[in-house]
């Protein structure tokens, strides 16, 4: 049963525009998602919950329904009703936020996602609830009659129906690329592991964004090669500082996300674009570019890939896990003849062949039928609107002192503060508040810059983004009347 103390701490604000039966489900839902009510409590009858607040049954009923209807609580006609089963763990037994490393992190994302009621902000995923299931299952199941062919090892380059599927999506981005150039990697991740094991050895120095992709940093970390940071402004990343680095190092590479950049969201100008590749050519330096989020541009159609500019200095890569399912773990690398050759040696002496050929196959096929465009036309606006419901929601709330980019596309926004909060003081803050964010750390080489975090909005609907908002807000308003000097703002993009 909920403690009358906890009860208590039932606040109401009935200046707000928030409806009341919202403002009940939000601090129920936050107390399972932390833990404090954990699986089988049984919650106070809708009467007397009523009595104590001082609103109507129907206001509380609403408030249970809306509960109910997220899997959160049971009712029992004659028993009452319960929090569910405690079947996922909570936010305050997972121990997060031990490391703030990008591995550390990682693994804190993935454990998140198993917590009931939380509001997630910390995946960069697409939300499953707008997977394309259905046409998917159609695909395969139209590959049925192939019987057993689709259940063999496939060849290790990937299946030759999905390499041209790719091609033909590549060729309407303005990338002429032959099949025979595609190498199918077991998700972008791999694709990225590869590359850098093919170009580097361990001591290497590889020239990154900062921030980038922290899957990119641990990958770095994993094999021992040293990353220089190039400073990003709302062009891309800074010319003089990359120019001032290739004058005084001699980099293997450097990886950049042009598109839809991860965690910023920023698209990079196409002047600084197109110096960017002038660069590289006069400096012969490889430039690996991640397009990933390339698809899901909210604001114009996404610009050509850089490898459109120059083929020789740009090897290109990306992933159908964010703009299909993650779970199909499908990505490919684009590279000149000599690369590919090593990346297959690599490949075929750690994996016999790549993702299960029935899903390359299926994806072939869900491409060719036009089903990637179909799911795009529809799940591009809902990102749209996610994005735009996050920064009204920012806009309105956050304390002045708070900055953020206005992302273009893909799914994230980075945050800029003063130093309000000790190292993970802002991630426990928020966890405590059902809240998960992604902290700064895990996407920078300065580990001791404590003023950044990532929100993402494409995993969650609309109202779970405005509630997180809702509950970082008064955090940094907290910490904003705690600080008895004024402290610098961060740097935003
Ligand atoms: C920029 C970027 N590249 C690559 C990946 C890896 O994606 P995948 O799930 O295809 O391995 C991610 C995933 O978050 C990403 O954000």
Redesign the pocket.
């Known amino acids: 049963m909920l403690e009358p103390k906890s009860r208590h701490d039932l606040k109401l604000n009935r200046r707000r525009t928030q409806a009341l039966y919202r403002q009940i489900a939000e601090q129920i839902k936050t107390r399972i998602a932390s833990g404090e009510l954990p699986g089988g409590t049984r919650l106070p009858p809708i009467r007397t919950l009523a009595a104590e607040l001082g609103v109507t049954r129907l206001t509380v009923q609403n408030a249970y329904r809306e509960l109910q209807a997220e899997g959160l609580i049971e009712a029992t006609v004659g028993r009452g009703t319960f929090v569910g089963p405690e079947t996922h763990p909570s936010l305050l037994h997972l121990h997060l936020g031990e490391r703030l490393t990008p591995m550390g992190v990682l693994h804190d994302v993935h454990k998140v996602q198993q917590v009931r009621g939380v509001r997630n902000l910390a995946l960069?995923?697409p939300d499953p609830h707008l997977f394309p299931t259905e046409e998917f299952w159609a695909s395969l199941e139209a590959l049925h009659p192939q019987g057993s062919e689709v259940f063999q090892y496939g060849p290790v380059i990937g299946d030759p129906h999905l390499r041209l599927a790719i091609s033909g999506l590549l060729a309407q981005r303005g990338l002429e690329a032959q099949a025979e150039e595609v190498l199918i990697?077991?998700?972008?991740?791999?694709?990225?592991a590869l590359t850098a094991r093919v170009l580097c050895q361990p001591g290497d120095e590889v020239i990154i964004e900062q921030p980038?992709?922290?899957?990119?940093l641990n990958i770095l970390h994993t094999l021992k090669l040293r990353p220089l940071p190039v400073p990003l402004d709302e062009q891309g990343p800074s010319l003089r500082h990359l120019e001032a680095l290739l004058k005084k190092h001699r980099p293997r590479f450097y990886y950049t996300?042009p598109n839809f950049?991860?965690p910023t969201g920023m698209c990079f100008a196409p002047e600084r674009r197109q110096a960017l590749v002038d660069l590289a050519i006069r400096y012969g330096l490889t430039l690996v570019e991640?397009d990933?989020?390339a698809h899901l541009a909210y604001d114009m159609p996404p610009p050509p890939p850089l490898r459109a500019l120059d083929r020789s200095h740009v090897l290109y890569?990306?992933?159908?896990?964010?703009v299909l399912m993650?779970g199909l773990?499908?990505?490919f690398v684009l590279a000149p003849s000599k690369l590919l050759e090593g990346l297959l040696a690599l490949h075929s002496a750690s994996d016999i062949c790549g993702p299960p050929l029935l899903l390359q196959r299926a994806t072939a096929r869900f491409i060719q039928q036009g089903g990637l465009e179909r799911h795009l036309r529809k799940v591009v606006p809902i990102y749209r609107e996610r994005r735009d419901t996050l920064l009204d929601a920012l806009r309105a709330q956050m304390p002045r002192s708070v900055r953020w980019t206005q992302p273009k596309g893909?799914?994230?926004c980075w945050l800029s503060l003063p130093a309000y909060f000790p190292p993970g003081g802002l991630y426990q803050a928020a966890l405590q508040r059902g809240v998960a964010i992604t902290p700064g750390e895990a996407f920078l080489t300065q580990t001791q810059d404590h003023t950044h975090m990532r929100l993402c909005f494409g995993y969650q609907g609309s109202e779970a983004l405005r509630e997180g908002v809702a509950q970082l807000a008064p955090l940094m308003r907290e910490q904003a009347a705690r600080l008895t000097h004024t402290t610098p703002i961060a740097e935003v993009l």
Do not use: W
């Not at 980038?212 to 990119?216: P, R």
């Open positions: 960069a995923s990697t077991v998700g972008g991740l791999q694709g990225l980038t992709y922290l899957g990119f996300l950049h991860n991640d990933t989020y890569l990306s992933s159908f896990s964010k993650p773990r499908i990505g893909g799914f994230s």
